[in-house]
C-alpha cells in the first residue's frame, strides 16, 4: 500500500477453496476514497519442459471458465507445505508423465498485481524421463510436444493465450536465440 494512504475499512468477503476475497475502503493522502479489491493467491509454477531433442512439452487443458480447451505449458498452485521446485516437478509428473532431471528456476512473476497477489515461479525442466501419469480427478489434459518451428507458427497464429505459457515460451526461445 502506498506510505500516504489508509485503510478506512477491510472486508473479508469470500474464502474459498483456492483464492480470498478481500474489499478495503481506502484514503488517499489527498483525502478521497477508493475501493481496492483484493484476490488472495497462493501463488503458482509454471515451467517449460524440454526434451532431449528439442521438442517442448504441453497440455491442451479444459478451463471451466473458458469453457474449452487451451494451450498450456504444465502448471499448478502453490501448495504450503512444498517449495516452488518441489511444485513444479510434482506437477510435471501428474501432468505430463515427466521427471525432470534438472529445473532452473528463471524467474517469477505477477499475473495481475492490479488485482491480485498471485506470484508465478517460471521453470525451464530438462533431461526429462517417462514417468506415470497421474492426472487429478477433474483434470483434463492431451499431452502434445511441439518442436520450435511448431512453436513459432503457434505464436503466429495466436495460439498461446495463456499468460504464463506465453511468457515462458518467449523466454525459453529468447534464452536459445541467445545462446
Known sequence: MNPEDSVLKHEEVYHGKIVDLHVDTIRH???KSAIREVVLHPGGVVAVP???????VFVY???YPLKKYILEFPAGK???HLSAEETIAKELEEEIGYRAGTLSHECSFYTSPGISTELIHLFVARDLRPVPQR????EHIIVKKHNLEQCLDLLKQGEVG???????LLWYLRKIEMK
Do not use: C, I, P, Y
Open 50 to 56: 524440454v526434451l532431449d531433442d528439442g521438442h517442448l
Open 78 to 80: 502453490m501448495e504450503k
Open 162 to 168: 495463456d499468460g504464463k505459457t506465453l511468457l515462458g
Open 61 to 63: 487443458q479444459f478451463r
Open 135 to 138: 492426472l487429478e480427478e477433474g
Open 29 to 31: 493522502a489527498s483525502g
